[in-house]
């Protein structure tokens, strides 16, 4: 006999427009049909459309009850229906249904849905970023709610998990935070501080508002394999030029092919197998999308909010300079002979310099009027333009990679630099965003909590403190930058010019008694939350050592209206 069925996840909101709204949730079987029960008495009801993950995977490192010998693809499908026919400004409540194809069914509470919210309509958004079940997660969420209540919608500036095509990191880690069961107020994480053990469920955000995404660095996946672990698949990248050279060959000759290749190079698309691809990410979320960019960069209008969201980021590699080590600034010694096993440095997987396919949409899009009306205007992306966090160095550019042979040609070394002067982000994206009137970039990456804010007014915010921080860089904390190098690596402070603010309401104080500007904890925990009505964004943190404590507000500011 079967057990009764379940839901992998509740219910969650996508894509909203002016009268209708995405309804998507997800099974571990394809059963006979799925659909949407809304309205009064849940009388209306439309029928849902499934599809299988395709890419989704566990492994030997995969925290769940089954032990998996080797890499073993997943079997979990995504229900989507559309519910049309709303009211702008109204909430109906909805409740979703899955009928096994034993004919068993199972269906969720009852949550709220509405489309996407006129311009004047006050919301509640939360800010915030690299989750990746951090320990502090559930709680962060958990805090949000009690705090603030339902939000209106979740802007996310990436880096949702830790491996994209490991199915366990979104639905059923067994650790208990989980990307879906922190958001959904489904969790269940112990967290330990000062001998105290605290059980945190998140919080029930995703059923009733839509979430926003951006691609953080850990959504994006490398060489495709099932023989290879999942952890060593993220790491092994390399850039789309690269893969072409290197494997062309072996599409145009199959004979020359080996054993890794087994799964490889089938369709129009081989070369991000060979190369690195975002695909589980696309399958999960239904985005907003461009014509330029599909849902990996894109703009939405939602109440009073332009939001733009770039894919900017690049592949995150040590900083050390270990013989073994695969780094940002170096090719390992045993794989010098072999470049398809080198990494490449941190090269960027989407390019946002002037002139590239992105940078010009963006121009585009700021020159749009659905830009130009709005009254707040955010821009959205994963690295970060100002940051005291190590994640800001090296500088973001494409890295210059110099080969050093001896006198009969063998190579020595594979060295990389990053000219700080051709940073696209500051180069570049900034200069165009703060000319178009950009009130707010929201980003992520060095998780920990700080804000900059430019001469024009431009606020810059990275909000993401949720667990596994690795410091900000002042004073005795130094970034690890490499030695005797060409260039210059900034080892200390905001590698470009603005200086951090003090957070305006109740900053944490370092040893010497002085103001911090920033929160960077592996026990306070920090979000921030933009209320549209009157422009302010407010930073929350909890102490989780102190779990009985309030959550405290510890800074705000105002983002000047364009109306």
């Known amino acids: 006999m079967l057990s009764h069925p379940q839901l992998l996840t509740d219910p969650f909101l996508q894509c909203p427009t002016e009268n209708s709204v995405r309804v998507v949730w997800f099974t571990e079987f394809p059963g006979s049909h799925h659909i949407v029960a809304y309205g009064e008495n849940f009388s209306q009801i439309v029928t849902a459309t499934t599809t299988k993950l ?7 490192n995969s925290q769940v009850e089954q032990v998996y010998q080797q890499t073993t693809r997943s079997h979990i499908w995504r229900q989507e229906a559309e519910v049309t026919g709303l009211i702008p400004n109204t909430k109906v409540p909805y409740r979703v249904t899955s009928v096994r194809e034993d004919g068993q069914s199972v269906s969720s509470n009852t949550f709220a849905l509405a489309p996407k919210p006129l311009p004047g309509m006050p919301l509640k958004i939360l800010l915030t970023s690299d989750h990746q079940l951090k320990p502090m997660t559930a709680a962060n969420l958990q805090k949000v709610v009690e705090t603030v209540g339902v939000v209106d919608a979740v802007f996310f500036a990436g880096d949702l998990v830790n491996v994209s095509d490991r199915a366990s990191e979104w639905f059923d880690d067994r650790r208990g935070c989980a990307f879906f069961p922190c958001l959904q107020g489904r969790a269940n994480y112990q967290l330990t501080k000062n001998n105290i053990q605290t059980l945190y469920h998140g919080g029930e955000l995703l059923q009733n508002a839509p979430i926003f995404t951006a691609i953080g660095n850990h959504e994006v996946m490398g060489r495709f394999s099932m023989d290879s672990s999942l952890d060593d ?10 893969a072409e050279k290197i494997f062309t060959p072996r599409i145009l000759n199959p004979d020359v092919r080996n054993s890794q290749d087994s799964c490889l190079g089938k369709g129009d698309d ?7 691809n975002t695909d589980t990410y696309e399958e999960i979320f239904t985005l907003p999308e461009s014509h ?13 909010v332009r939001l733009v969201v770039l894919y900017v980021t690049n592949m995150w590699r040590t900083p050390s300079l270990a013989a073994n080590a695969r780094g940002k600034y170096s090719e ?7 470049p398809e096993n080198w990494g490449y440095g941190q090269h960027i997987f989407e390019p946002i310099k002037q002139g590239s396919t992105q940078y010009q949409w963006l121009q585009t899009e700021l020159n749009s009027v659905e830009f130009k009306r709005a009254k707040y205007k955010v821009v959205m992306f994963h690295h970060p333009p100002h940051t005291l966090g190590d994640n800001i160095v090296p500088a973001y550019t494409d890295p210059v990679q110099i080969i050093e042979r001896d006198a009969d040609g063998n190579i020595q070394a594979v060295r990389y630099e990053y000219p700080k002067q051709q940073d696209y982000i500051i180069c570049d994206l900034v200069p165009l965003l703060e000319k178009s009137g950009v009130q707010l970039v929201l980003y992520g990456h060095s998780h920990l909590w700080n804000r900059f804010v430019s001469n024009n007014g431009t606020h810059y915010l990275e909000t993401s403190n949720v667990g596994n921080s690795y410091g900000a860089a002042l004073s005795e904390k130094q970034r690890p930058v490499p030695n005797g190098y060409q260039q210059e690596y900034t080892a200390t402070g905001n590698p470009y010019e603005l200086e951090p603010v003090v957070p305006a309401i109740a900053p944490l104080f370092g040893s010497d008694g002085q103001p911090l500007p920033y929160v960077a904890s592996n026990d306070i925990t920090a979000f921030s939350i933009l209320d549209t009505e009157t422009g302010i964004v407010s930073s929350y943190r909890f102490d989780t050592r102190n779990p009985d404590r309030e959550v405290l507000k510890f800074d705000e500011f105002r983002l000047k209206s364009n109306k």
């Open 270 to 276: 081989w070369v991000k197998d060979y190369s690195f």
């Open 292 to 304: 330029a960019g599909g849902k990996k960069y894109y703009a939405v209008t939602f109440g009073d």
């Open 54 to 60: 395709s890419r989704a995977r566990e492994d030997q």
């Open 332 to 338: 390992s010694k045993p794989t010098l002979n072999n």
């Open 233 to 242: 698949q993220f790491d092994n990248t390399l850039p789309r030029e690269v």
